[in-house]
């Protein structure tokens, strides 16, 4: 099966400094990918919908200057959180959609980022 | 989007059948209906989707009643690897997005 691949697995960092998260598709090209936050013990919630060569799609009361998405290929989506502070702390996790047309998406193993 | 409720836990017996279900009363003809699972600390996965008729794969079955109103993933014979949080989801056949609701958690005893 299709497989994402999304790295780092867990960071930490202090606060104030920026992450990115890398979300690659590794067998299939994906001109979607989609990012979700899990909080503990909470279901996923989706951020934002990257297209690739295109800006991305945010939530509502996502804030897309902190959260910036760029989808600059078809197989690689990035996520970076700027100025991170220790509420960002959260799982984040990307999703990628087949270029043919998606019955079924697939999902990155996750990251856990923790802002001390 | 049309809501689905699920029970918010579950628990099984290892080696027994599981019926996990789902109630969507708002369906919409176009909704498929999508199962995916969350093990602990990991993505989720697809398990899998159904429009009208039961559906089967290696994982599971997908039982869906006859007004779609509700639905059934069965797995089959529960292992201890089946403990996740399992998440039934409305979206059309072509997903372009996936929204999650709560899902029920499943135990499994050894």
């Known amino acids: 099966g299709a497989v994402v691949s999304q790295h780092p697995s867990r960071v930490i960092c202090k606060s104030g400094t920026s992450v990115k998260i890398e979300c690659r598709s590794l067998d299939f090209q994906a001109t979607t990918m989609f990012w979700y936050r899990q909080f503990p013990k909470q279901s996923l919630m989706l951020m934002a919908t990257?297209?690739?060569?295109?800006?991305?799609?945010?939530e509502q009361g996502v804030e897309k200057d902190k959260f910036l998405i760029n989808h600059a290929s078809l197989t690689l989506s990035t996520l970076t959180v700027t100025s991170a502070h220790p509420e960002d702390s959260s799982f984040y996790i990307c999703?990628?959609?087949?270029?043919?047309?998606?019955?079924?998406?697939?999902f990155g193993s996750g990251t856990q980022l923790s802002v001390l | 989007d049309a809501k689905t409720t699920q029970p918010n836990s579950m628990e099984s017996n290892e080696e027994e059948p599981v019926h996990l279900p789902c109630n969507h009363s708002t369906i919409s003809g176009t909704d498929y209906i999508h199962w995916y699972r969350q093990l602990p600390s990991q993505g989720p996965e697809y398990v899998i989707h159904?429009?009208?008729s039961n559906v089967n794969n290696r994982m599971a079955s997908l039982a869906i009643a006859e007004d779609r109103k509700s639905s059934t993933l069965i797995l089959h014979r529960a292992t201890l690897r089946d403990a996740a949080v399992y998440y039934c989801i409305l979206s059309p056949l072509i997903v372009n997005k996936l929204v999650f609701g709560a899902g029920t958690i499943l135990r499994v005893k050894s």
């Open positions: 159904g429009l009208t």
């Open positions: 999703s990628a959609a087949t270029l043919a047309g998606a019955e079924k998406l697939f």
């Open positions: 990257s297209n690739e060569g295109s800006k991305a799609t945010y």
